[in-house]
């Protein structure tokens, strides 16, 4: 017996320094009683203490033909430490209103007293049985209804008569009931896909394993048990360590509380504990997903009898017709199963075989075929023959179906058994708030967005490979590309690619994120940033599929981290590239040429002394890409700062920058000509007049460019959270010859830029250009500097101004 109920037995109606809030304070304190034994007790204690007040509580107040009952979360035993309290006090209708008033008031008032949060009401089976019929959330809390105290004959009718209505009805309650958790899935999201899940009603939580045996009690279908009831167990596991961390009744895993609820349950890290959450989470969402399906099969199998029965006749009803897919695997009844004659433990391409035809048919997997193979699978050999290979890319090749059917096989332990590496990416969470998924399943993703790309290169199956080991290196210490090139060449040469084929994959999976960084982050008007990315990639075939996976892991990483904008910089890229690879010297950096729209700029602005600008949308190829702005202002201190300070004003987010000095003809003077290419947060663009009137006060002076800037970010502080890491400005060498290339990271922040820009200015160097490029939270500034005279910096001083800037920023 534990010290809490010992506790219990000396005071079991809780009344005094010994009663329930003390046993229950000793047993969440408990280190040696956690988890299922810990909810258990919990619910064992908190039974016993109001089983004594329901006793005080109807003598006192003369009630008979009552019960107390716990139902929910409660009714299951299931209490974490900040639980409700789910109860219902069911009573035969004979006593007095003002009788029944004090029976609750003496029950309910206690449980309020000690701070517990209750959910209550008074209700005689008939009323609960008519408000189970009414209301499907209710219907679902009586299922797991049980007696705490009183009258067990009470609950054991009503027990009956839910259970009988749940099963009568259960062709119109469950697809209601499914109809909740689609809803409660788009409210929520996907547990397994989350940074910060809710663990109880995200797609996968605790919920849905609520759910599902709801839908097991309907007698109408029943979820895969394999590995549920552990799954569940984890995520409660991790809920009472979130509730005693905490000290609230939440539900919400926060970034800032993962390491402290990792380490109550002895994991690692925060990381741990996340993938120990998706593998959970996994597993009720795969359940999820067999057992909703098998509901529709029923209830279309139901509807459909009568009609056959009356073609039929008394011939009775015919088995589902099974059409051929593959070697092997036939569709019946809407999903892929194996053929009568298949023999897993003689066909080692079966496993890909089946998944293949299945994703190219566009048909769910079905469980007991899925779980054949896994258990009586043979090994394929390695290298894996030609015919493994093809299936495999056939799954990888076919488009949004490839996503159920590999969870499918990863779910059994097809995927690992097959490509060991896939362990470590699996359920692996990524931190960066710009990537939607989970590293395993961003690989899939991607492979699907290059399904559709696979006609622009001449070597699909590369593609295919490359989307789906290009982050492979990701859950290793170091690089994930150059780590990762290591793994994806063993794993090319497992699958069966020749000797050349490995060394292109290799060569992709290390350079993936080569194109779209050098794109957005660098000048390519210099001819060394072209030659510094024809060497890497090497060869024309290479750069096609580089491209095409530059755009396929972009898509499939979220909506930031691709656009119009991007894809035209990576392709203009690829088209100098292309040409230097295809025997092409590097161009030249283009002369100093102003267009006559900057020329025309120039003249006004010396003519008037003040800045002068135009703004405009700019084409590419018939397609937005874009707001083009172009300054034009009389040399001198603080330009940039300025320009970049207005637009933040103006909610003009900058994605590029170049600022060139402009000698007019006949000796007329200089003019800094600044274009930018920029974007508007909310939709409408500012007047180019209101965006000039305030260039103007600002660098005359009467426009405070950062005292409003510091009233901005303060009106809108930043959401409570993780706090980011500092900024870093580094300078980045033998990048160009032509200027000093400094890299800024730092936290997305209004006005950024222009605080890097006044660092700079302050530190007496001119920028050639700037590339913004913003991914999620974080901002990746890339630009370059030269001295008064034009010229790169010396490393000393290029030092000095990376150090600058960092202290300004920080």
């Given at each position: 017996?534990?010290?809490?109920?010992?506790?219990?037995?000396?005071?079991?109606?809780?009344?005094?320094?010994?009663?329930?809030?003390?046993?229950?304070?000793?047993?969440?304190?408990?280190?040696?009683?956690?988890?299922?034994?810990?909810?258990?007790a919990l619910s064992g204690l908190t039974d016993q203490w109001l089983n004594a007040q329901f006793a005080?509580?109807?003598?006192?107040?003369?009630?008979?033909?009552?019960?107390?009952?716990?139902?929910?979360?409660?009714?299951?035993?299931?209490l974490s430490p900040r639980s409700d309290l789910d109860l219902l006090l069911l009573h035969d209708g004979?006593?007095?209103?003002?009788?029944?008033?004090?029976?609750?008031?003496?029950?309910?008032?206690?449980?309020?007293?000690?701070?517990?949060?209750?959910?209550?009401?008074?209700?005689?089976?008939?009323?609960?049985?008519?408000?189970?019929?009414?209301?499907?959330?209710?219907?679902?809390?009586?299922?797991?209804?049980?007696?705490?105290?009183?009258?067990?004959?009470?609950?054991?009718?009503?027990?009956?008569?839910?259970?009988?209505?749940?099963?009568?009805?259960?062709?119109?309650?469950?697809?209601?009931?499914?109809?909740?958790?689609?809803?409660?899935?788009?409210?929520?999201?996907?547990?397994?896909?989350?940074?910060?899940?809710?663990?109880?009603?995200?797609?996968?939580?605790?919920?849905?394993?609520?759910?599902?045996?709801?839908?097991?009690?309907?007698?109408?279908?029943?979820?895969?048990?394999?590995?549920?009831?552990?799954?569940?167990?984890?995520?409660?596991?991790?809920?009472?360590?979130?509730?005693?961390?905490?000290?609230?009744?939440?539900?919400?895993?926060?970034?800032?509380?993962?390491?402290?609820?990792?380490?109550?349950?002895?994991?690692?890290?925060?990381?741990?504990?996340?993938?120990?959450?998706?593998?959970?989470?996994?597993?009720?969402?795969?359940?999820?997903?067999?057992?909703?399906?098998?509901?529709?099969?029923?209830?279309?199998?139901?509807?459909?009898?009568?009609?056959?029965?009356?073609?039929?006749?008394?011939?009775?009803?015919?088995?589902?017709?099974?059409?051929?897919?593959?070697?092997?695997?036939?569709?019946?009844?809407?999903?892929?199963?194996?053929?009568?004659?298949?023999?897993?433990?003689?066909?080692?391409?079966?496993?890909?075989?089946?998944?293949?035809?299945?994703?190219?048919?566009?048909?769910?997997?079905?469980?007991?075929?899925?779980?054949?193979?896994?258990?009586?699978?043979?090994?394929l050999p390695v290298p894996w023959p030609a015919e493994a290979r093809e299936q495999l890319l056939t799954?990888?090749?076919?488009?949004?179906?490839?996503?159920?059917?590999?969870?499918?096989?990863?779910?059994?332990?097809?995927?690992?058994?097959?490509?060991?590496?896939?362990?470590?990416?699996?359920?692996?969470?990524?931190?960066?708030?710009?990537?939607?998924?989970?590293?395993?399943?961003?690989?899939?993703?991607?492979?699907?967005?290059?399904?559709?790309?696979?006609?622009?290169?001449?070597?699909?199956?590369?593609?295919?490979?490359?989307?789906?080991?290009?982050?492979?290196?990701?859950?290793?210490?170091?690089?994930?590309?150059?780590?990762?090139?290591?793994?994806?060449?063993?794993?090319?040469?497992?699958?069966?690619?020749?000797?050349?084929?490995?060394?292109?994959?290799?060569?992709?999976?290390?350079?993936?994120?080569?194109?779209?960084?050098?794109?957005?982050?660098?000048?390519?008007?210099?001819?060394?940033?072209?030659?510094?990315?024809?060497?890497?990639?090497?060869?024309?075939?290479?750069?096609?599929?580089?491209?095409?996976?530059?755009?396929?892991?972009?898509?499939?990483?979220?909506?930031?981290?691709?656009?119009?904008?991007?894809?035209?910089?990576?392709?203009?890229?690829?088209?100098?590239?292309?040409?230097?690879?295809?025997?092409?010297?590097?161009?030249?950096?283009?002369?100093?040429?102003?267009?006559?729209?900057?020329?025309?700029?120039?003249?006004?602005?010396?003519?008037?002394?003040?800045?002068?600008?135009?703004?405009?949308?700019?084409?590419?190829?018939?397609?937005?890409?874009?707001?083009?702005?172009?300054?034009?202002?009389?040399?001198?201190?603080?330009?940039?700062?300025?320009?970049?300070?207005?637009?933040?004003?103006?909610?003009?987010?900058?994605?590029?920058?170049?600022?060139?000095?402009?000698?007019?003809?006949?000796?007329?003077?200089?003019?800094?000509?600044?274009?930018?290419?920029?974007?508007?947060?909310?939709?409408?663009?500012?007047?180019?007049?209101?965006?000039?009137?305030?260039?103007?006060?600002?660098?005359?002076?009467?426009?405070?460019?950062?005292?409003?800037?510091?009233?901005?970010?303060?009106?809108?502080?930043?959401?409570?959270?993780?706090?980011?890491?500092?900024?870093?400005?580094?300078?980045?060498?033998?990048?160009?010859?032509?200027?000093?290339?400094?890299?800024?990271?730092?936290?997305?922040?209004?006005?950024?830029?222009?605080?890097?820009?006044?660092?700079?200015?302050?530190?007496?160097?001119?920028?050639?250009?700037?590339?913004?490029?913003?991914?999620?939270?974080?901002?990746?500034?890339?630009?370059?500097?030269?001295?008064?005279?034009?010229?790169?910096?010396?490393?000393?001083?290029?030092?000095?101004?990376?150090?600058?800037?960092?202290?300004?920023?920080?």
């Open positions: 017996m534990t010290s809490a109920e010992e506790t219990m037995q000396d005071d079991p109606a809780g009344s005094g320094p010994g009663g329930y809030a003390e046993a229950r304070l000793r047993l969440l304190q408990e280190e040696s009683r956690s988890g299922p034994a810990r909810r258990s005080r509580a109807a003598r006192e107040s003369g009630v008979r033909g009552a019960a107390l009952v716990a139902v929910g979360g409660y009714g299951r035993a299931d004979k006593a007095r209103p003002a009788e029944l008033k004090a029976l609750a008031d003496r029950l309910w008032y206690p449980v309020w007293d000690l701070g517990l949060a209750l959910d209550h009401s008074v209700r005689t089976p008939a009323e609960a049985r008519k408000t189970a019929a009414e209301d499907l959330k209710a219907h679902l809390g009586l299922l797991d209804a049980r007696l705490v105290s009183g009258d067990a004959g009470l609950l054991a009718g009503l027990r009956t008569s839910v259970l009988a209505d749940w099963r009568n009805q259960a062709a119109r309650r469950l697809p209601q009931l499914h109809a909740l958790c689609r809803e409660r899935a788009e409210r929520a999201g996907e547990l397994r896909f989350l940074l910060e899940p809710d663990l109880k009603e995200a797609r996968g939580g605790l919920r849905d394993a609520t759910v599902l045996r709801a839908v097991a009690a309907s007698w109408l279908a029943d979820a895969p048990r394999e590995g549920l009831a552990d799954a569940r167990r984890r995520l409660l596991d991790a809920r009472d360590a979130l509730h005693l961390v905490t000290g609230r009744a939440t539900d919400r895993l926060s970034l800032q509380e993962q390491p402290q609820v990792a380490a109550r349950l002895g994991l690692l890290d925060a990381d741990a504990l996340l993938r120990e959450v998706y593998e959970a989470a996994r597993v009720v969402a795969y359940a999820g997903d067999v057992t909703w399906r098998e509901v529709g099969r029923v209830l279309r199998a139901r509807a459909a009898w009568p009609r056959l029965r009356g073609l039929l006749g008394t011939r009775g009803a015919t088995a589902p017709e099974r059409a051929p897919l593959a070697e092997g695997v036939v569709e019946s009844d809407g999903e892929a199963v194996l053929a009568l004659a298949a023999r897993p433990d003689r066909d080692p391409v079966l496993p890909l075989r089946f998944g293949a035809a299945a994703a190219q048919a566009g048909l769910p997997v079905s469980l007991h075929a899925v779980r054949r193979l896994a258990a009586q699978a043979r090994p799954l990888l090749g076919a488009g949004e179906p490839t996503v159920g059917v590999w969870e499918a096989l990863e779910a059994e332990g097809l995927i690992t058994r097959l490509l060991p590496d896939w362990e470590r990416v699996r359920c692996r969470p990524q931190h960066n708030p710009v990537h939607t998924w989970t590293v395993d399943r961003h690989l899939i993703e991607t492979a699907v967005r290059a399904s559709a790309l696979t006609r622009r290169v001449g070597r699909p199956d590369l593609l295919l490979m490359a989307a789906l080991l290009h982050d492979i290196g990701k859950g290793w210490p170091g690089d994930h590309s150059v780590v990762g090139e290591t793994i994806a060449r063993d794993m090319a040469v497992r699958v069966g690619f020749d000797a050349e084929d490995t060394a292109v994959l290799g060569t992709l999976v290390r350079h993936h994120l080569l194109l779209v960084d050098t794109a957005t982050r660098r000048d390519l008007d210099d001819p060394a940033t072209v030659t510094a990315v024809a060497r890497a990639v090497g060869s024309t075939r290479t750069l096609e599929i580089l491209h095409a996976l530059t755009e396929a892991d972009a898509l499939a990483t979220g909506p930031a981290a691709w656009s119009t904008w991007r894809g035209s910089l990576v392709a203009d890229l690829v088209r100098r590239v292309a040409a230097v690879l295809s025997g092409a010297p590097p161009a030249d950096p283009e002369p100093d040429l102003p267009t006559a729209e900057q020329e025309r700029l120039a003249l006004e602005a010396l003519r008037t002394g003040e800045p002068v600008l135009t703004l405009h949308a700019r084409q590419e190829e018939d397609e937005a890409v874009g707001v083009e702005l172009v300054v034009a202002v009389p040399d001198q201190p603080g330009v940039l700062p300025a320009v970049s300070g207005v637009l933040a004003l103006h909610r003009l987010t900058v994605r590029a920058a170049d600022l060139r000095f402009l000698e007019l003809p006949d000796h007329l003077g200089e003019v800094l000509v600044l274009r930018w290419r920029v974007a508007a947060e909310f939709g409408a663009l500012p007047q180019a007049a209101r965006l000039r009137t305030d260039l103007v006060r600002a660098l005359d002076g009467t426009l405070d460019v950062p005292a409003k800037l510091a009233g901005r970010e303060a009106a809108y502080p930043r959401r409570r959270g993780v706090v980011p890491p500092p900024p870093r400005v580094t300078v980045v060498p033998e990048v160009s010859p032509l200027a000093t290339v400094l890299e800024v990271r730092a936290p997305d922040a209004v006005g950024l830029l222009h605080r890097i820009g006044r660092a700079l200015d302050s530190a007496g160097v001119r920028v050639r250009s700037a590339h913004v490029s913003t991914l999620g939270a974080n901002a990746v500034d890339t630009v370059y500097v030269v001295d008064p005279d034009g010229k790169p910096l010396p490393p000393a001083a290029a030092a000095a101004v990376a150090s600058q800037v960092q202290a300004a920023l920080t």
